[in-house]
């Protein structure tokens, strides 16, 4: 059974910086693409960024210059390094992927969250 964990959400004044770690486990022959994902209360959820396992990045407007995502793929961990947070970056962030299991094609995978509170 696949499983993404994150950690390292927490409270952070406007200014500062949190890094995001995801980290996929299960019978994973191959991932394809890594990200993470947001949602703020009553707001749809949004992407933040994605990295392919080529290298291709993909990140929101809003984050741009600010976020920077990177992938360690022989850890099967993505990363999240948020500076410069803003009120607006309040969220609760969800890591995506899309793995092919061992014996299956790819799907996507959501970790359970983790919040990220900014103050003002």
């Known amino acids: 059974q696949v499983q993404l964990v994150e950690s390292g959400g927490g409270l952070v004044q406007a200014g500062g910086s949190l890094r995001l770690s995801c980290a996929a486990s299960?019978?994973?022959?191959?991932?394809?693409?890594m990200g993470w994902y947001r949602q703020a209360p009553g707001k749809q959820r949004e992407l933040v960024a994605r990295?392919?396992?080529?290298?291709?990045?993909n990140y929101a407007d809003s984050v741009k210059g600010r976020f920077t995502i990177s992938r360690n793929n022989a850890k099967n961990t993505v990363y999240l390094q948020m500076n410069s947070l803003k009120p607006e970056d309040a969220a609760v962030y969800y890591c995506?992927?899309?793995?092919?299991?061992?014996?299956?094609?790819?799907?996507?995978?959501w970790g359970q969250g983790t919040q990220v509170t900014v103050s003002s």
């Open positions: 995506y992927a899309v793995i092919a299991e061992v014996a299956a094609s790819a799907r996507d995978y």
């Open positions: 299960g019978s994973i022959r191959v991932i394809v693409t």
């Open positions: 990295m392919t396992s080529g290298g291709i990045t």
